[in-house]
């Protein structure tokens, strides 16, 4: 085998011959078709679950977001509104004493 000599087409030619000369294409066994098919079906549904998965997870995660939304658009109690300045008006308002009962204080002697 001269690969020095002609073209490169003729060398790209015999390379190749050589390559399958030394390393033959096997016969595929009979099982090869449903083997292959097996292992493409189970790496199809570890995807598709997983996929599935994915996709429960984001729409949980958006109904838990509308479900906050509305729960946070919907009225409640407006002493919760107020502002902090509202509230301390309110609480010290004029008419209550700031003592509201003395304290006494009965100190008893131990004999």
């Known amino acids: 085998m001269d690969l020095i000599h ?6 790209l030619d015999t390379l190749f011959r050589a390559y399958h ?5 096997p016969e595929p066994s009979s099982n090869f ?3 292959l098919w097996h292992r493409i079906e189970t790496r199809q549904r570890s995807a598709f679950s997983f996929r599935r998965m994915a996709s429960a997870l984001v729409t949980a995660a958006m109904a ?4 906050l939304g509305v729960y946070m658009a919907i009225p409640r109690n407006p002493i919760y509104y107020s ?3 509202e509230t ?3 609480a010290n308002t004029i008419e209550t004493p700031d003592m509201v009962a ?9 004999q």
């Open 6 to 11: 002609g073209s490169s087409d003729d060398q």
């Open 21 to 25: 000369k030394a390393c033959p294409t």
């Open 33 to 35: 078709m449903p083997h």
């Open 64 to 67: 838990a977001s509308v479900a």
């Open 83 to 85: 502002t902090y300045l």
């Open 88 to 90: 301390l008006a309110e």
């Open 102 to 110: 003395p304290v006494h204080l009965i100190l008893s002697e131990r």
